[in-house]
């Protein structure tokens, strides 16, 4: 089965419309199949987006990419840093 990824605008709305599932009476694996989710998947995405609004989970995924490129950055100064250091130790 292919794998589809869904934007955190898409994960938002099938959680909504999962909610108005549950509330009209639909069981669990029922709302689930009806979206096309595993249930695992779908209490992943309650977790992660659990109340939020669309654009707190644009702006979520936003950060979380800037975050990893930081992490990158600082990664590559570090061993930047410990090279030197060696280097400079080597000089003495």
Do not use: W
């Amino acid at each position: 089965m292919k794998r589809t990824r869904h934007s955190p605008e898409q994960i938002i709305a099938k959680l909504r419309e999962a909610d108005a599932l549950l509330a009209g009476g639909a069981a669990m694996g029922q709302g689930c199949q009806k979206l096309e989710v595993s249930e695992q998947t779908f209490h992943r995405s309650r977790n992660q987006y659990g109340g939020m609004k669309a654009a707190e989970a644009k702006r979520l995924k936003e950060l979380e990419i800037e975050n990893t490129r930081l992490k990158k950055l600082v990664a590559d100064l570090s061993l930047d840093n410990a090279m030197l250091k060696e280097v400079a130790k080597g000089e003495r």
